[in-house]
């Protein structure tokens, strides 16, 4: 379960009576548009039915039964989301925003680059100021994922930028391969590998354009500097530098 602190409270008042429940915001919103399919025991605070949550109030047996046709809890509380509103204070609607305001710049700064600087990577502060600029704000009841083109959108006015992959060859050295391979392989989807006859590892990546800074400090902090790396446009050919 959530913490009480995490909690939102959804409400649902029908038949004269009043319920409410205490859930985790991202996924009660998620439950409303029928998007959830993990474990409701990770998404409430509490496993119980309110008449009023903050005084800890709870409804008669019997308007449970006629709303709801049971008593348990576990099986009220989907309904009370589904078919309630999620109330958040001002307070909480400030955490969600700035939460989702990170996740946000977080997403844009991993998958752009400026096609102007030679598809060169935009750094999260560079995003973080450009949104400011074009008065962008997140909607903390929407998904980021849902509100990523719009930020673009909003973005391309303010500095030029585009969402691009980019693959690149890595040679790691025989004294490091068996370790960095393992932890390079998880920055994208690994095309293709081979190990070579002096025991250094090959390997061609794909994965978002606006990794590549970390994922070539990655790869220098895991050997000492001395792979070798190329970007490549042909995921055919191995080829470093």
Known sequence: MISLDDAVTARL???????????????ALSMKRGEFDGDLEDVIAARDVFENASRGDRPAEEDLETVFGTTDPLEIIPEVVERGEIQITAEQRREMEEKKHRQLVNKIARNAVNPQMDDAPH???????ALEEAGFT????????SQVDEALDALRPVIPI????VTVAVQIPADYAGSAQAKIRT???LEREEWQPDGSWVGVLTFPAGLQNDFYDTVND???GEAETQIIKD?????TR
């Open 222 to 224: 895991l050997t000492s």
């Open 235 to 239: 995921k055919d050919e191995i080829s």
């Open 13 to 27: 008042e029908s038949h004269g009576a009043r319920f409410e429940v205490l859930v985790d915001p991202d996924a």
């Open 162 to 165: 585009r969402f691009d992959e």
């Open 123 to 129: 750094p999260p502060d560079r995003i973080e100021a």
């Open 187 to 189: 920055y994208g989807d």
């Open 138 to 145: 997140i909607d903390p009841m929407k998904p980021v994922e």
